[in-house]
C-alpha cells in the first residue's frame, strides 16, 4: 500500500500511539501471551508487499500465519511448542526457514537443529522481509517445561543473553533493507522492582546489533486486553497496593521497528 491507503485503512498507523477497543480476527484470543492481530497486520501491510516472506520463529497460537495469509504475504512460522500443524517445531536460536521445492510449488519447511544443515541438504534457506518477534516477558508466563524455553530462564540476564544469541542467529535470515517489528512488555519482580524489559530487550538491536537502525518506538494500550480485572473489590485492592508501593498497573506494551541496513561482517 501507498502512504494513503495506509492511512485511510489505519488512521493512527504513523502515530506512535496504537488503540485497539476489541480484538480482530487471528491466533487464539485464549492463548496465554498472545497479542492482538492488528498488531502484525499493521507491521505486515506497512512495511511488506504481497508475497514477501513474514518470518515469526515464536509464533504463538499463529497469529502472524493467519493474519500474513489473509494479507496474501508468504507465512514462515516456527515455535519451540507449536500447537497448530501450520507451524514447525523448532528453537528460534536455531530456525532456519529453507525452501524445499521448486519455487512454482511454494513450499517451505524448516531445519531445526543447528549447524549448516540447509546447505548440505541442498535447499536454499530463506530471507524474510519482515521479521516479527513476540518473545515471553521473561518468566511472566512459562510456555513449557522445556528448559530451553525463554519464559524458563533463570534471571533477566539469562533471558537477554539468550535473547541476543537468537538475535544473531536469526539476523541471516532477514533481507537486507528488511525489518524487525519487537513486541515487549515490562514485568515487576518483588525483590527487584520494576524491570524496564521492553527497553533492555530493545538495546540488543540498538545497542549491539549495530547493522540495524531503530526507525519507529510505538506504544500499544492494552488496558482493553486485560481480563478478569472488572470487579470492584479486586480494582481498589489493586489501587490500594499501587498506593501503597508506588507502583502504577501496566496498560501498554512496546513495539519496535528496527531496519537492516546490511548484513553482518563475518569474525
Known sequence: ??????????????SSLWTFPSR???????????????IVERLIAWLTEPNDFVFDPMAGSGTTYDVAKRLRRI?????????????????????????????NVKRHAFVVRPGAEAMLLGDRPLQAQLLVLHPPYHDIVPFSDNPDDLSNCDSVATFLELLYHMALH???FVARMGYVGLVMGNIYQA????????????????????????????????????????????LNLRKSRHCRYGTSQFKTEDIYIFKKLRDRKAR
Not at 500443524?85 to 530456525?95: G, K, Q, S, V
Request: proline share 10%; aromatic share 10%.
Open 1 to 14: 500500500m501507498n502512504w494513503k491507503e495506509l492511512d485511510k485503512t489505519y488512521p493512527d498507523i504513523f
Open 24 to 38: 480482530g480476527k487471528g491466533g487464539d484470543p485464549k492463548f496465554h501471551g498472545n497479542f492482538v492481530p492488528q
Open 75 to 103: 507465512p514462515l512460522v516456527s515455535d519451540l511448542t507449536p500447537v497448530r500443524p501450520e507451524i514447525w517445531p523448532a528453537d528460534a536460536r536455531y530456525a532456519v526457514p529453507v525452501s524445499v521445492a521448486p519455487e
Open 170 to 172: 536469526l539476523d541471516q
Open 191 to 234: 525483590s527487584r522492582g520494576l524491570i524496564p524489559l521492553s527497553f533492555l530487550a530493545m538495546q540488543i538491536w540498538h545497542g549491539r546489533m549495530l547493522n540495524y537502525q531503530l526507525r519507529s518506538i510505538i506504544t500499544k494500550d492494552i488496558q482493553h486486553n486485560v481480563h478478569g480485572s472488572g470487579n470492584p473489590r479486586t
